[in-house]
T-cell receptor, first 113, second 117 residues
Framework: GDSVTQMEGPVTLSEEAFLTINCTYTATGYPSLFWYVQYPGEGLQLLLK?????DKGSNKGFEATYRKETTSFHLEKGSVQVSDSAVYFC????????????FGKGTMLLVSP | EAGVTQFPSHSVIEKGQTVTLRCDPI?????LYWYRRVMGKEIKFLLH????????ESGMPNNRFLAERTGGTYSTLKVQPAELEDSGVYFC???????????????FGPGTRLTVL
């Protein structure tokens, strides 16, 4: 079945540091890929997505590129802020009918001033 | 426009008791999903409603879990009797259908944190 593996956390960074959170996936078909973020006390929010190979999703300074050859969708940001502290979830969804989301375990990011 | 809301935000119960979680989706969203995150693990799919019908309930762990969506509006998820391993955060999400089984982005609620002692 489908699965998503992302790096263990917490990831602790100083403000303005470069961020990478690794995500790899296993899927039977050709899925869409997502990054969701959960800020403290809030629900999951879609951060960015990519629907096919070589697509780059971007939002709020975050980027991730759909790499079919390495089955990866790593999240990057050039300069993190304290307000980026949250839990980040990588997810996939097969592009067929009523398919649902398959998530990774989540990676907590802590950014200090 | 109001987002997906869930009630309660936290629930602490004893093993063997019953708990009912509620989810109010975004108005007009026919698709409603329940997910669960057990501590330190993945967020796992539980089930999917299209209007009042269960489209997919393959993720429901066992028959102690009962989900309903009467009238195709809000949904409830009842756990009876609750066991220790049911502890976790239960998320609800909703989405619009774009037609021919293609659904739009899922919007998530804040979750209900359930603790079974």
């Amino acid at each position: 079945g489908d699965s998503v593996t992302q790096m263990e956390g917490p990831v602790t960074l100083s403000e303005e540091a470069f961020l990478t959170i690794n995500c790899t996936y296993t899927a039977t078909g050709y899925p869409s890929l997502f990054w969701y973020v959960q800020y403290p006390g809030e629900g999951l929010q879609l951060l960015l997505k990519a629907t096919k190979a070589d697509d780059k999703g971007s939002n709020k300074g975050f980027e991730a590129t759909y790499r079919k050859e390495t089955t990866s969708f790593h999240l990057e940001k050039g300069s993190v802020q304290v307000s980026d502290s949250a839990v980040y979830f990588c997810a996939l969804r097969e592009n067929s009918g009523y398919s649902t989301l398959t998530f990774g375990k989540g990676t907590m990011l802590l950014v200090s001033p | 426009e109001a987002g997906v809301t869930q009630f309660p935000s936290h629930s602490v119960i004893e093993k063997g008791q019953t708990v009912t979680l509620r989810c109010d989706p975004i108005s007009g969203h026919d698709n409603l999903y329940w997910y669960r995150r057990v501590m330190g693990k993945e967020i796992k799919f539980l089930l999917h409603f299209v209007k009042e019908s269960k489209q997919d309930e393959s993720g429901m762990p066992n028959n102690r879990f009962l989900a309903e969506r009467t009238g195709g509006t809000y949904s409830t998820l009842k756990v009876q009797p609750a066991e220790l391993e049911d502890s976790g955060v239960y998320f609800c999400a909703s989405s619009q259908e774009l037609g021919a089984g293609v659904v739009n982005e899922q919007f998530f609620g804040p979750g209900t944190r359930l603790t079974v002692l």
